[in-house]
């Protein structure tokens, strides 16, 4: 029996990933740009063995079933492919955060599966073929392989890494404002927008010089020029989504509270910015020295049930492998 444990931590995207260019392979119709975050991640550990007769799943201490069952399979069958390997697998995920709450649960989820999955079946580490593997299931994840700030180009790739945590050392503040689950995931949500939003052409348009003004802004660690790009990207992928018939909104009152309190903090004169994923909830970006003060000001809004404050991540990691 082969068995291996990764640990990937989740994030948030600062230039958006919304839609689909070949939905067989899961590649992306624009450019995304990330911070990898250290406060959420999820543990999994994958063991082979010929005694099993089908794959046996159990995330967050509960049996897979349906469509994440298949998915998490899926996965397991292009590492069988590539390692020539016909035994079953046991798969035990964990997140330390609520999962498919659009806190990118899937993104740590496929991040840590795939390196598991890969070094349990005996191949040999390869960060560039992890990350495609992870994109293959769950495009968002192919970033959560490496730390710091992560970019996913259009198309068929792996994620690069554009920066590390120490040349721009940003934090993010998340402020949970809903306590079950999103009602329409991603992959649905992608492409109901692309089939039924008329700003969803727009939107594809516009993304790429965003996510390269973001990268760039990144780069020159200036928090000033990159706020209001990651809030348009952010709000300009929403504009798709709202323009869908029916409109797919995922903001709930809460959401647009803690919007306005961003822009008070920043008229009193405090850099933060804002930016919201396939959920209600809102990811606050800011500086070390200010994030005690955001972080006081989001728990005071109606609506928010608690906040999450991150660092930047580190690299996807694996703890443990053995082979018997
Ligand atoms: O990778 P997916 O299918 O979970 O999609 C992620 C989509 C967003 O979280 C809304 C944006 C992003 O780039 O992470």
Redesign the pocket.
Known sequence: MKRALAIAHS???L????GKEDIAN?TPAVP?L?MTLDAMQTTTEVSFSETLETDDVELDGEPAEGRRYDRVVKLLDRVRAEARLSSKAKVRSRNNFPTAA?L?S??SGFAALALAARAAAGLSRDDERTSVLARLS????A?SIFGGYVA?DRGESAARRVADATHFPLELIVAVTQAGKKHT???E??SHTRDTSPYYASWVEHAPKLARNIEQAVLAADLERLGPLVEQSALL?HASMWGAAPALIYFNPATLRVMEAVAQLRRAGTLAFYTM??GPHVKVIAKPEDTAEVRRTLEEQEGVLRTIHCRLGQDASLRLETAE
């Open positions: 994030n948030i995207a230039a958006k990933y919304w899961n995304s990330s659009g990118a899937s993104a769950s495009a968002s994840a970033r996913l995931g991603s992959t949500g992608m992928m994923d396939a």
